[in-house]
């Protein structure tokens, strides 16, 4: 028994050794030091008037909310101390990443592209396959993921923490006693992720006033986002905060990735059909698509007008109507029929050049310039 101890912690031991000697670490995990405001910053209030909360109705705690910041942003929630959930979600990026695949702690790439994290009160279902509908469970599975930060198992985690000395004050603020627990460390993920709302734009502002403060090619492109083309049919849902559920775009005939379909079992026609992500921030989160695959809206909207595949699981929002007009609501998204039973063309949109600019142009009204500098939601670490 006494051996297998031994044998255990040794094993944990040279591999912390091998995996600290294949990677140089920059900086000494005890140089690193999170520098917090006197009095929490408050996460519970939001900078304009919207007719809507964006918090799904939960609870904000700002001292909760303070720790989770910290541990975001902790690269010893790594198992070489290397990444953080900020290492991949960054804030001037509106929490995605700027290459199609991201760097985990060993170099390797993630499979997909790296989601923004937006008004997340607002979705039901998170990763681009729906895979995870608890976000308290959702923040602790890029910790263990092999490739994102390699931190298993759970008691590790919770030794590592055990042994940084500013977590002690933190956790008492946040729950009473210093404590450090999973649950702990999650809800306190869980409560920075839903503070990270985002509601300072143009599009919002423009609702209360009736967009009058529009520009005539923002207000096309409004027009033609949710009257025209069908955009706003999947897109424009929880608002405009990404859908909990997902749709087959005809990025590809086959698809590589097989998306919602690689998490069902009972052989339901999911084949490339991925969640329906937000556009809010969508300025500054290239490269798009589950995998990357493009670098600029402009080449999103020319893939919407001109290239979608003919993919058996096409929605049936993205195909040409039977009497050849432009595009009709038919079937409610929730429970559209994967296969569309007349097998209609994929929809050819013959925007032109400048209802394309216009489509750019009105997206951009959905960042949050305030958002992505936001001191609350920033990095605390600084390096002593
Ligand atoms: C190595 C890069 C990397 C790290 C580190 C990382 N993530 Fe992610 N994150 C991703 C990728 C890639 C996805 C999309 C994965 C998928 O859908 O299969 C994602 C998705 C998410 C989402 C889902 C958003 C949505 O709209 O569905 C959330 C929330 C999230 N990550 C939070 C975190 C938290 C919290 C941490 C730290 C505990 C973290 N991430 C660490 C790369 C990373
Ligand atoms: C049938 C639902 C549906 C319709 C209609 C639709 N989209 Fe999408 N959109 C999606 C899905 C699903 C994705 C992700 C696809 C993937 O990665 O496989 C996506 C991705 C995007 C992205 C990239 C988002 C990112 O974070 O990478 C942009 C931009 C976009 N759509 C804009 C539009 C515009 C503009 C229109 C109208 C011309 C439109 N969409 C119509 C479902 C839809």
Same mark, same amino acid.
């Given at each position: 028994?006494?051996?297998?101890?031994?044998?255990?912690?040794?094993?944990?031991?040279?591999?912390?050794?091998?995996?600290?000697?294949?990677?140089?670490?920059?900086?000494?995990?005890?140089?690193?030091?999170?520098?917090?405001?006197?009095?929490?910053?408050?996460?519970?209030?939001?900078?304009?008037?919207?007719?809507?909360?964006?918090?799904?109705?939960?609870?904000?705690?700002?001292?909760?909310?303070?720790?989770?910041?910290?541990?975001?942003?902790?690269?010893?929630?790594?198992?070489?101390?290397?990444?953080?959930?900020?290492?991949?979600?960054?804030?001037?990026?509106?929490?995605?990443?700027?290459?199609?695949?991201?760097?985990?702690?060993?170099?390797?790439?993630?499979?997909?592209?790296?989601?923004?994290?937006?008004?997340? &009160? %607002?979705? $039901? #279902?998170?990763?681009?396959? @729906?895979?995870?509908?608890?976000?308290? =469970?959702? *923040?602790?599975?890029?910790?263990?993921?092999?490739?994102?930060?390699?931190?298993?198992?759970?008691?590790?985690?919770?030794?590592?923490?055990?042994?940084?000395?500013?977590?002690?004050?933190?956790?008492?603020?946040?729950?009473?006693?210093?404590?450090?627990?999973?649950?702990?460390?999650?809800?306190?993920?869980?409560?920075?992720?839903?503070?990270?709302?985002?509601?300072?734009?143009?599009?919002?502002?423009?609702?209360?006033?009736?967009?009058?403060?529009?520009?005539?090619?923002?207000?096309?492109?409004?027009?033609?986002?949710?009257?025209?083309?069908?955009?706003?049919?999947?897109?424009?849902?929880?608002?405009?905060? &990404? %859908?909990? $559920? #997902?749709?087959?775009?005809? @990025?590809?005939?086959?698809?590589?990735? =097989?998306? *919602?379909?690689?998490?069902?079992?009972?052989?339901?026609?999911?084949?490339?059909?991925?969640?329906?992500?937000?556009?809010?921030?969508?300025?500054?989160?290239?490269?798009?698509?589950?995998?990357?695959?493009?670098?600029?809206?402009?080449?999103?909207?020319?893939?919407?007008?001109?290239?979608?595949?003919?993919?058996?699981?096409?929605?049936?929002?993205?195909?040409?109507?039977?009497?050849?007009?432009?595009?009709?609501?038919?079937?409610?998204?929730?429970?559209?029929?994967?296969?569309?039973?007349?097998?209609?063309?994929?929809?050819?949109?013959?925007?032109?050049?400048?209802?394309?600019?216009?489509?750019?142009?009105?997206?951009?009204?959905?960042?949050?310039?305030?958002?992505?500098?936001?001191?609350?939601?920033? =990095?605390?670490?600084?390096?002593?």
């Amino acid at each position: 028994m006494r051996n297998k101890k031994v044998i255990a912690v040794s094993f944990f031991g040279w591999l912390t050794l091998l995996l600290a000697a294949c990677v140089k670490q920059e900086v000494p995990a005890e140089a690193r030091v999170p520098v917090l405001p006197e009095s929490p910053y408050r996460y519970d209030t939001l900078p304009i008037d919207i007719t809507f909360d964006p918090f799904g109705g939960h609870e904000i705690d700002n001292d909760v909310a303070t720790l989770g910041r910290v541990l975001f942003y902790e690269t010893q929630l790594s198992i070489n101390n290397r990444v953080s959930c900020g290492s991949c979600h960054f804030q001037h990026l509106a929490f995605s990443d700027r290459t199609a695949r991201s760097k985990g702690f060993l170099d390797r790439l993630t499979p997909r592209n790296t989601s923004p994290i937006v008004n997340v &009160g %607002l979705q $039901e #279902a998170f990763f681009w396959d @729906l895979r995870q509908s608890e976000l308290s =469970d959702m *923040v602790l599975d890029p910790i263990a993921n092999h490739i994102e930060m390699g931190l298993e198992p759970r008691p590790y985690m919770l030794a590592k923490l055990k042994n940084l000395p500013y977590y002690a004050p933190l956790f008492a603020k946040a729950f009473g006693d210093s404590v450090i627990t999973e649950d702990r460390v999650s809800d306190a993920l869980e409560m920075f992720m839903r503070a990270l709302v985002s509601v300072n734009t143009r599009f919002d502002i423009g609702r209360n006033t009736g967009f009058v403060h529009f520009t005539e090619e923002e207000e096309l492109g409004r027009q033609l986002f949710f009257f025209k083309f069908p955009c706003s049919a999947c897109h424009g849902g929880s608002e405009l905060s &990404g %859908l909990s $559920e #997902a749709a087959n775009v005809g @990025l590809d005939m086959d698809y590589e990735d =097989d998306g *919602v379909a690689g998490i069902h079992e009972s052989g339901d026609p999911l084949d490339g059909w991925f969640k329906i992500p937000t556009l809010r921030n969508i300025e500054f989160t290239a490269p798009y698509m589950h995998d990357g695959r493009f670098a600029t809206l402009e080449e999103v909207v020319e893939f919407y007008n001109s290239g979608m595949q003919p993919h058996p699981q096409l929605s049936t929002m993205l195909r040409e109507h039977t009497d050849g007009g432009f595009f009709s609501l038919g079937t409610p998204l929730g429970s559209q029929s994967a296969l569309d039973p007349l097998g209609r063309q994929p929809l050819r949109m013959h925007m032109t050049p400048e209802e394309k600019r216009a489509l750019v142009t009105f997206m951009k009204t959905l960042s949050d310039h305030n958002f992505i500098r936001d001191p609350r939601f920033s =990095d605390p670490f600084v390096i002593r």
